[in-house]
């Protein structure tokens, strides 16, 4: 088997429209969630979300581009064209042959959909424009980024709600463990915050109206966010042969199914896809140094979650560290688990653990050190990241230092 | 249909019951009624009654809004009906 690292990272979220940005938005602990500005906030609930600001797409992209990027392949394409630069990567000839991409989303081109369905249903035009169905499809993003780059080895998309992204790197990861590929472009997007987006969450009645604060005792659901992450993983030889600079590497990973339940989050399933993804990297579970958590802010996950974490490192529980940056960023649903893997890089190359902020009040069921409201500096030599989806399928990755 | 029958048939369709079995000292629970089922419940309600019902799934005991019998799920309709009329 070969090893595999990560030699580029790329991303724009609420926090920040880069990766360095992120970083210093994650050490001080900045809250990228405030009000939602979309049309008709005033007939939402739910008024608030981790939008990207700031941002223009047409200072990124041409018209012709727009025509065709739904506002998730937007912000696929902008954080894999930092990453693969980065990477300092070009691909052609065997190397684009075989190096592929695969991205993670829950909704795909959920505001093309938005757009359209207000456009035939709530204004009762007849026709929509021509490119609505290559705007919306889930792999749109996955395929821009191939046509960006030059990626004409295996490419798709994988949709398993939160857990998306980690899926998804998760499969970018075996393909380049087992010798398939020497490169994979993979993390993931999203952009849920459109007026149908936040409306359907709202009627579930999980969702916070005031901020998301994991695992406090007083918090009262989750907020959602937008954006992507994308990261260039690449064979350990390939790498070092060339002299690229190594962000970290991808150690081990484990997927796991609850088969149990459609919503409500089950504490063996998550424990199984952790306690396997230390097994799968041959970890010592006393290495583990951080977690970023899954930490929705929501009463189902943050409890089962804790146990889950508890269970499998027993005593190291109350020793490693285990933070929620979705309280800065928000949850973007099939993105989220991209976005959270800065968080986890940035433990390992600069020694600053992103904190959980928002947290006010102890939680019993929540007894871990979840580095709270300040980010803190520490030495760590392996980490994880926990995302677990509705439906039940889980995924965990384990990133070492190199 | 008055607020009590209307309720009543409303969480026995969801506890697939006959309304007969639905008594006003019956709790969600003791009907078989879990979270998603609860979730739904209020959803029928706010639909039947045109209310908005103050309901977060992650503190559903914090709620202004009663849940821990079907008598004061019935008393908070009428509350919110009176004061959103």
Known sequence: ????????????????????????????????????EMRDVDRLAIKIGGQVRGYKADTCFNRQQLALYDRFTQFALIAAREAVKQSGLEFSGDLAAKSGVVLGTSGGGMQTLDENYRSVYGEGKNRVHPFVVPKLMNNA???????????????????????????????????????MSPVMVTGGSESMLCFGGVKAWEGLRVMSKDACRPFSANRNGMVQGEGAGVFV????????????????????????????????????????????????????????????????????????????????????????????????????????GAVELLACIMALREGVIAPTIGYQEADPECALDVVPNEAREADVDVVLSNAFAFGGLNAVLALRKV | MNVKDKVIEIIAEQAVLDPSDVTMDSTLESLGIDSLGLVESIFSIEEAFDISVPFNANEPTQSEFDISSVASIIAGIETLKAQQS
């Open chain 1, 233 to 336: 993983f690449e064979e350990y030889e390939h790498a070092t042969a060339r002299g690229a600079d190594i962000l970290a590497e991808v150690a081990g990973f484990a997927m796991s199914s609850d088969a149990s339940d459609i919503v409500m989050p089950s504490k063996q399933g998550a424990a199984r896809a952790i306690s396997g993804a230390l097994a799968d990297g041959r970890i010592n579970p006393e290495e583990v140094g951080y977690i970023n958590a899954h930490g929705t802010g929501t009463a189902a996950n943050d409890k089962t979650e804790c146990a889950a974490v508890a269970d499998v490192f027993g005593q190291h529980a109350d020793t490693l560290m285990i933070s929620s940056t979705k309280s800065m960023h928000g949850h973007l649903i099939g993105g989220t």
């Open chain 1, 1 to 36: 088997m070969k090893r595999v690292v990560i030699t580029g990272a790329g991303t724009i979220n609420a926090l920040g429209h880069t990766v360095p940005e992120t970083y210093e938005a994650m050490r001080e602990g900045r809250c990228g969630i405030g009000e939602l």
């Open chain 1, 141 to 179: 993003a996955a395929s821009h980024v191939s046509m960006e780059f030059n990626l004409k080895g295996p490419s798709f998309t994988v949709a398993t709600a939160c857990a998306s992204s980690n899926h998804a790197m998760s499969q970018a990861f075996q393909m380049v463990r087992s010798g």
